[in-house]
């Protein structure tokens, strides 16, 4: 009995130390043994969307909205007539801006989930077809091709807050075509590079000022834009555009910003145009 005793009173300091050990050095190997298993190793994982974090789904009237700013803060050729108001061949080119907005060709090119420049004219004849089908142009415009058409990505970004960017594509009729019939052609058009819808466009059509509804018109291409409803656009000042013959709208945008936006209808050669701003 007493051997017992005694062996106990022994056993409890040797499994205090024991303990005090095992807290001391236990931490330390078991970290050791950790880092034996990462160090020194690849360790591969996926990553969706691998160097566009700051890109993120915006909806329709957000594209919109910073689309319009980037464009109305530079000097564009909005068509051949209004070019041609301010000045004939300049060599005006698309520009990097000063300010909150820039509007900027796309050097990369597509990534891989924006439309290519192969695809984009069979994109923006599928996209004209959807705007016939809606009454939004007349069945009489032809479609487009890459031997009439010249195309560039561009990349509406705001400057401030990045992830707000918006690619699309210009597509406007090739300065080969300048003698060339253009009647019932598109002249001009900014398509989304992501899901090929039309933002923007000039074309000629056999249609007069008077045969147009624009306000139908326009609710039908927000409706296939997938837009807020647009609320018409009041104003006493009759110099917004270099045409009499034009109705604009508003739509909402980020914050508290609005874009607006003109159907307008250049007489003489008959051409239609629904532009951002």
Known sequence: MKSKILLYYLAFPVLAVLVM???IWGPEALARYKDQAILD????????????????QMNSNEKLYILS????????????MSALIHAEDMGVEYQELEGSYAFVINRRGPSGKEITDEQIYTTCNDGLDLLKERGILPEQVRQVDAASYDVTLYSAIDVLEPRNNVAVWKMSISNSQKNADKSNRLMDAYIDADDGKIYEFYVRTPLLWEEIDA?????SWAEYMGLSAPVPYESDNPLLETTP????????????GQTVVTLGFYEGINELFLKVS
């Open 69 to 80: 700013c980037c464009l109305s803060s530079q000097t564009l050729p909005e068509s051949e």
């Open 41 to 56: 190793r690849a360790h591969t994982e996926n990553v969706e969307n691998a160097g566009e974090g700051y890109r993120y």
């Open 21 to 23: 050990v095992l807290s």
């Open 215 to 219: 306000d139908a018109l326009v609710a």
């Open 245 to 256: 013959y034009f109705r604009k709208y508003v739509f909402t945008g980020m914050g508290s």
